[in-house]
């Protein structure tokens, strides 16, 4: 599944969006968004190694451009 778990994403939204567009009496199905981007996150994060990762936080450049990121770049484009 990891190995097509870009074409799955892709063809899930294409089909949420066809869904989306053609259904307009499904106001109702707003209440699944959470939860469905719960499962989504923590399908997410259960790939990725934390117990690998603790080099990265003594890794300066990778510290700057995290910080940069989220706190400068986010901001101005949001």
């Not at 106001?27 to 790939?47: A, H, T």
């Not at 190694?49 to 700057?64: D, E, I, Q, W, Y």
């Amino acid at each position: 599944m990891e190995a097509h778990q870009v074409s799955i994403y892709i063809i899930f939204l294409m089909l949420a969006v066809i869904f989306g567009l053609l259904n307009t009496e499904a106001v109702y199905l707003d209440i699944f968004i959470s939860p469905l981007l719960g499962v989504l996150m923590y399908g997410m994060f259960v790939q990725i190694p934390f117990l690998k990762s603790n080099g990265s936080a003594t890794n300066m450049r990778f510290v700057v451009a995290l910080l940069l990121g989220n706190f400068v770049a986010v901001p101005l484009i949001v």
